[in-house]
């Protein structure tokens, strides 16, 4: 059985070493020029583009589907039991996350939301050049996803919400900033622990893939919080749905699931690195090890 091994212990003149079976990546680059020169990181956008378009096309008929159902101009047999009901939403989001970053997380990494990228670029993870490439490859293809929805099916589209993210009447703007940023928050911690490689080699006899428990966290997640705001944690979900549908209460609204979720990532990634694995502790004694 593997496990994580760190042990010290003083050698001539009180020197230290440390002995571990697992290696941290080294931190990118702030700025990577070179990666503009490479075919992996369009590779990786379009990865990112094509998964969140799947993921909002899906999502999105979802929730249309479910509106419709639960009509009673539509079902005059028992609305109250028809459609799949918020849990079946919040398992349609979850679901396609999980799938998605499955399929794509051996390209770009699976983010399918700029949140996470920030978050992982806040945490070293990746470049800004990459981050802001995924973030515009993410908007795109959530706009595209919901063209596809409106294409198919406008009429319902326009009269059942567009799947749009709007605050919930009988909630306030900082409810709803609070749902986001802490949703985010749960999100962002996830993915980070669950690709830690220091969880990877500990544990690496329980069998669990990533993508589950992230999927899973946007399952729970949803149903925390789509009374509340209809659950965005993911900006690129919000700017899509918003642009396509364009209503004003839409993109009222628009501005809190840009700030909550970026605020809850750069949290998440603040408490994972620098607190759990007390990464600015490490690099000053690095720092004063190389002096």
């Not at 709803?176 to 999100?187: D, S």
């Not at 899973?216 to 944690?233: C, E, N, Q, S």
């Amino acid at each position: 059985m593997t496990k994580d091994i760190e042990t010290t212990a003083e050698q001539g003149g009180g020197a230290e070493f440390s002995a571990k079976d697992y290696h941290d990546p080294p931190p990118a680059p702030l700025i990577d020029l070179e990666e503009l020169t490479k075919w992996s990181l369009y590779r990786a956008a379009i990865a990112e583009f094509i998964a969140t378009l799947l993921f909002l096309y899906v999502t999105v008929l979802t929730v249309i589907g479910y509106k419709v159902q639960t009509d009673p101009v539509k079902n005059t047999k028992d609305p109250d039991c028809g459609g799949v009901g918020i849990l079946g939403i919040a398992w349609a989001f979850g679901g396609m996350i999980f799938i998605l970053v499955y399929c794509t997380a051996g390209i770009s990494g699976g983010h399918i939301n700029p949140a996470v990228t920030f978050g992982l670029f806040v945490g070293r993870k990746v470049s800004l050049i990459r981050a802001l490439l995924y973030m515009v490859a993410q908007c795109l293809g959530a706009i595209c996803g919901c063209g596809l929805v409106k294409a198919f099916q406008k009429t319902y589209y326009n009269s059942y919400g567009g799947g749009a993210n709007e605050l919930q009447d009988g909630f306030n703007k900082g409810t709803g900033l609070g749902a986001e940023i802490i949703g985010t928050f749960v999100l962002v911690y996830t993915v980070f622990s669950a690709t830690d490689p220091k969880r990877s080699a500990r544990d690496s006899h329980v069998p669990v893939l990533a993508p589950l428990p992230i999927g899973f966290a946007v399952f729970m997640v949803h149903l925390a919080t789509i009374p509340i705001t209809g659950t965005g944690i993911n900006p690129a979900r919000s700017f899509g749905a918003a642009v396509i549908y364009n209503q004003e209460k839409a993109w009222d609204d628009q501005w809190i699931f840009w700030v909550g979720p970026f605020i809850g990532a750069f949290v998440a990634a603040f408490y994972h690195q620098y607190i759990l694995r007390a990464a600015a502790i490490k690099a000053l004694g690095s720092f004063r090890s190389n002096a």
